[in-house]
C-alpha cells in the first residue's frame, strides 16, 4: 500500500515517532497509494496531538487523497473538533470540494456534529454549496434527523422552502418538524 514509516506512526498515535522521522528528514507529505498521507492518516484515527505536530512541521494542510477528500472534510464528518480548529486556524480551505462534491460542513451536518457545524458556519462555510446529488448540508442535517444541526443552518442563511423543495415536502411539514419541540421558535422562520 505505499505506507511510509511516517504514515504508520501518525496512524498509530505515536506523536514522538513522528517527530523523530520528521526531525531525520522523513517526506512530511508523502502518500500511500491512495493519496493518504499522515496528516489524513492522524486525523481518521483520532490522534490530534499528531495533528498539531505536523501542522507545526507545515504539512500540506489541504492535501487531498483518492477521494478528494482532505484532512478538514475527515475532521468534519468524525466530529473531532479539536483537529477541525487546528486545520481551520493553519488555513485549511473550509469549502474544498471533494470528488463527491461534499465539503466539510456537508460531511459535518450529515453526521450531526454541531459544534463543528457551528465552527465551519462562523468560518465561512458556504451553507448553499451542493452536492454531485444536489444538495446541501441543510438537507443531510433534516434527512438524517439532526434537527439542531438544521435549525443552526436555517438562523445562519440556509432557506426552509429550499430545503422543503429538495425533500419533496411542503414547507410547512418541514417547518413543523424542525421546530415541533419548541413551538415558540416557529416565528423564526416566518419572518
Known amino acids: 500500500m505505499g505506507r511510509t514509516p511516517l504514515i504508520l506512526a501518525a496512524q498509530k498515535g505515536h506523536v514522538d515517532t513522528v517527530a523523530l522521522l520528521v526531525a531525520h528528514d522523513s517526506n512530511i507529505n508523502a502518500a500511500d497509494d491512495f493519496r493518504r498521507t499522515a496528516l489524513h492518516e492522524a486525523v481518521c484515527s483520532r490522534f490530534p496531538r499528531v495533528v498539531d505536530h505536523l501542522i507545526q512541521c507545515k504539512v500540506m494542510i ?3 487523497d483518492y477521494h478528494g477528500s482532505t ?3 475527515y475532521a468534519a464528518e468524525l466530529g473531532e473538533l479539536s483537529s477541525v480548529r487546528m486545520l ?3 488555513h485549511a480551505k473550509v469549502d474544498h470540494v471533494n470528488k463527491y462534491g461534499r465539503t466539510a460542513l456537508i460531511q459535518a451536518a450529515a453526521n450531526g456534529h454541531y459544534m463543528v457545524v457551528e465552527i465551519l458556519v462562523q468560518s465561512n462555510a458556504d451553507i448553499h454549496h ?3 446529488s444536489g ?3 441543510n438537507y443531510y442535517a433534516y434527512n438524517y434527523g439532526h ?3 438544521c ?5 445562519n442563511g440556509a432557506k426552509l422552502d429550499e430545503l422543503a423543495k429538495s425533500m419533496g415536502l411542503s414547507e410547512e411539514v418541514v417547518r413543523n418538524k424542525i421546530y415541533a419541540s419548541r413551538p415558540e421558535n416557529l416565528e423564526e422562520v416566518y419572518f
Open 135 to 137: 444538495n446541501n448540508a
Open 147 to 149: 434537527i439542531e444541526c
Open 130 to 132: 451542493n452536492d454531485l
Open 151 to 155: 435549525k443552526y443552518l436555517i438562523k
Open 71 to 73: 484532512g478538514l472534510i
Open 88 to 90: 481551520l486556524q493553519a
Open 62 to 64: 489541504n492535501a487531498y
